[in-house]
């Protein structure tokens, strides 16, 4: 069975930073594309990034590029999301996803505000 | 990039009752869409990928249609569980978008 746990969310000062980590289990890690999804309270899905498997690159949504930085550690079937210079615009639920979001984690929640 | 519509944005229906949702991309996507059905509270589930395949454990009173830049979401007929927000996906470019969601609210 498929498992996608995310962790990291906190409180946080505009400004400020924080890592959010994926871990995945039931399937085999090095194989599938890992993604980014978030929501932001009461509002709908947003699609934030990607980690393609080996080789293959990374993507992101215009809203965070230049200032999110997903990687992946396929050793410890991991995904990661380093948010740095966060937003007020910035809060909401993060989910990991599995490929293009067929599977989904219960998602973490990021709170960005002074 | 992509940008991605939905029509309605919000209905109110019956059980019993056909749905049709519409979600239309900026430019032709080819088959490259996804639906996804999210209750409150819970997590978004896909529903369908490649525009019509449907996702194994779906029921099949739900299907899509379209190619290029139209695309449609059929409820044959509507069920007390499916009474939720849906949203389109375009997997064709990068990077990916969502509709905006179209939300099926009970009459």
């Known amino acids: 069975e498929v498992q996608l746990l995310e962790s990291g969310g906190d409180l946080v000062q505009p400004g400020g930073s924080l890592r959010l980590s994926c871990a995945a289990s039931?399937?085999?890690?090095?194989?599938?594309?890992m993604t980014w999804v978030r929501q932001a309270p009461g509002k709908g899905l947003e699609w934030v990034s990607i980690?393609?498997?080996?080789?293959?690159?990374?993507y992101y949504a215009d809203s965070v590029k230049g200032r999110f930085t997903i990687s992946r550690d396929n050793s410890k079937n991991t995904v990661y999301l380093q948010m740095n210079y966060l937003r007020a615009e910035d809060t909401a639920v993060y989910y990991c996803?599995?490929?293009?979001?067929?599977?989904w984690g219960q998602g973490t929640l990021v709170t960005v505000s002074s | 990039d992509i940008q991605m519509t939905q029509s309605p944005s919000a209905m109110s229906a019956s059980v019993g009752d056909r749905v049709t949702i519409t979600c239309r991309a900026s430019?032709?996507?080819?088959?490259?869409l996804a639906w996804f059905q999210q209750k409150p509270g819970t997590v978004p589930k896909r529903l369908i990928y490649?525009?019509?395949s449907l996702q194994s454990g779906v029921p099949s009173r739900f299907s899509g249609s379209g190619s290029g830049t139209e695309f449609t979401l059929t409820i044959s007929s509507l069920q007390p569980e499916d009474f939720a927000t849906y949203y389109c996906?375009?997997?064709?470019?990068?990077?990916?978008?969502f509709g905006p969601g179209t939300k099926v609210d009970i009459k």
């Open positions: 490649a525009a019509s």
């Open positions: 980690a393609k498997t080996s080789g293959g690159g990374t």
């Open positions: 996803t599995l490929g293009d979001s067929l599977n």
């Open positions: 996906l375009q997997h064709k470019n990068y990077p990916r978008t």
């Open positions: 430019q032709d996507i080819s088959n490259s």
């Open positions: 039931g399937f085999t890690f090095g194989n599938y594309d």
